[in-house]
């Protein structure tokens, strides 16, 4: 019953109501909904006449992830300092279409990521550049993805720690790079890092929780640093790392649910990154991977939560198929934007995430069966059999120098 | 960003005489990179001297100018901001020429991360914020919810004390759209960390979210700044009889804003857990309001609701039965 999907005239009965007093926000919204409306309009009609709809344009995707993983146009020059987080991006997309590129291709690209890593430890955005834990970040990731010998041996551990230990404050917050900004993608980053590489100690996490915890704001989600609006992007960093770090229970997380829910929009089924904000497709997975990060921590004290999904899945399914999908291949933020990358990998990731939910519960697919994703681990977002073979891969083969803290 | 085939009069580095001993070093992505970017001839060439550069490690004038070349081409490139830090700190540059510099490139920027962390980095070194505010304050008129801007705001305003007229501001910016939450945060930020939570400001703070609510009632920002404020209100989200029958009212006159009704439920749950419960703001309360949500006014959270209204049954069941293991008792 809940995981049916919407009809045309239940959605239009849900539009904004301005009453009375029109200001840029409800402007904005009142737009975007329009825009929305046609499309779910002109959806239900062809869906009557095809029950395969809507389709997920899976070839076309694939495709272009391929040529984007080869070479990309100069208005990605904006990027140049961001080139792992594209391999990543790429690799976790095509991953989640069940098409990886093959095994030569995969072995040119741990080369490349080598050539990012940096003499200090830790990866930079590109050959040469000072290493950064978002790069880093993405950098460990695509090698899991990649899951062979010859990435797992490309990582060089011992300076990895130490690199994180240069940029850990005091206080258990962590810097992007060495005279960088603080804020709490640096700490996910670091956690994840050092979880999936085995370089964790207590030591290097000493107080970082804590900080986190400093981060969660009165609307109950997390902010990038204390004092600061919650945010979709940084609740997800939030709300993992605390559940990396096994320390849920310092945060909030009835007050975290209750945001998280509310962020889902009532017309579009995507979610919105912040209150009065605009639906985003990023968003279906910083806020939909949330969903099962907090079933599994409620279920520690009711079984049975382990298997419920508190968003409405169907409705997010169909804002990411009918929405925004861009022609010719590639997803997009909302319909009148531009196709990128980062929007390719994180709207499918987040339709995996709404296609399985918390993982244990059958699989519930919008649309043709063949729109099924493969499923994806919430915390890293990287496949959780990847995850798994990476950890424990590096579990048997310890680093040359273990951090003697 | 900038389109560098359009520049007139550019001379490539590599075509400087001044340029002359250094030996550009290109990209080194290996035999078989992946990712390859397709770079203008210019890029190209500036960022085949700034490798250069960096690997002999010079701090020059020359190579400040040409970090500056770097960022504009890519204001993403941290390696390229991190190094001018570097030589600004070396030569002993005057920090105020750069100050108007990057507020330039602010300007041309406004949502990078790496912008406006040069722009703190060199507030830190010459202990001045007095341009911040203003600065802030011309980036979120042109979006008045620019997270970047919004987080330099708080860190100048937390380092230096500058909370004097904030209120003032926020409270504009709250008049000129009242769903603009960003507003309403940085509203929770002065009164959490300049006026407190004091009896009254908790009162004033309630008093001015009420007005705002009366105003537009669908709007969720001003409703979780209500939540917000009475987390600091001793007697609980239920014990305040102001809000309690503000919210009655506006049932009564018919509103059912989802975030009304959310409330409700939360007077009902807190009546509840500090005993208290009445057949108004009780169990039975809740059980209705979720089911009214899950089925009419919040549809899209309706998996949520019913998981709300369940723990109120089980809340429910149990105060039966401890009502029952009492009688016993007594029996």
Known sequence: MENQLRSYSDIVGESYDSEGVPTDTSSDQVDIETTILKIYKKFEKSASLDPELPLLFRKSHSSILKNWLNGLPKSYECLDASRTWLVYWILHSLWLLNDMPDAEILSHTVKFISKCQHEEGGYGGGPGQFPHLGTTYAAVNALSIIGTDEAYDSINRSSLQKFLWTVRAVDGSFALHKGGEHDIRGAYCAISIAKITNIYTDALFDKTAEWIVGCQTYEGGFAGCPGMEAHGGYAFCGLASLALLNRTTLCDVDALLRWCVNRQMRVEGGFQGRTNKLVDGCYSFWQGAAFPIISAILSKESKEMIETVFFNQGALQEYIITCCQANGGGLIDKPGKYRDIYHTCYTLSGLSVAQHGTGLEDAFIVGAPDNELNKVHPLHNVAPHLVYNAVHYFIRHPPPVKDKN | ?331
């Open chain 2, 1 to 331: 960003m900038y389109d560098s085939d359009s520049d007139i009069g550019w001379t490539f580095y590599k075509d400087r005489p001044e340029w002359k001993d250094i030996t550009p070093v290109p990209e080194d992505d290996g035999p078989n990179p992946v990712v390859v970017i397709a770079h203008s001839e210019k890029f190209e060439d500036v960022y085949d001297y700034f490798r250069a550069v960096l690997q002999k490690n010079e701090k020059s004038e020359r190579v400040l100018q040409l970090t500056k070349d770097a960022v504009e081409l890519n204001p993403a490139n941290y390696t390229v901001w991190q190094y001018r830090r570097d030589i600004l700190k070396a030569l002993g540059t005057d920090l105020r020429s750069e100050l108007d510099y990057v507020e330039s490139v602010i300007k041309h920027s406004p949502k990078n991360y790496q912008v406006w962390h040069h722009r703190r980095v060199l507030v830190e070194w010459l202990q001045d914020p007095s341009q911040e505010l203003e600065l802030t304050g011309d980036a979120l008129l042109q979006d008045p919810k620019n997270y970047h801007a919004w987080q330099h705001r708080q860190w100048a305003m937390k380092t230096f004390g500058l909370y004097g007229k904030e209120m003032e501001f926020v409270e504009n910016l709250i008049k000129e759209d009242v769903r603009n939450n960003s507003a309403w945060n940085q509203r929770y930020f002065v009164v959490n960390n300049h006026f407190g939570w004091s009896d009254m400001n908790v009162q004033k703070e309630i008093c001015y979210a009420m007005e705002k609510i009366k105003f537009v009632k669908n709007n969720e920002s001003a409703w979780n700044y209500l939540r917000g404020v009475m987390l600091h209100d001793k007697r609980g989200i239920s014990g305040n009889a102001v809000v309690t029958s503000f919210c009655e009212e506006l049932y009564n006159n018919k509103c059912r804003s989802p975030y009304l009704l959310a409330f409700i439920i939360d007077i009902c749950d807190d009546a509840i857990k500090k005993g208290e419960s009445s057949s108004f703001h009780g169990a039975d309360r809740a059980i209705e309001l979720c089911h009214a949500l899950a089925t009419k006014y919040d549809k899209i959270r309706s998996k949520y609701w019913n998981y709300i209204g369940e723990k109120f049954k089980k809340l429910k069941k149990e105060q039966e039965d401890q009502q029952n293991n009492t009688e016993t008792e007594e029996n």
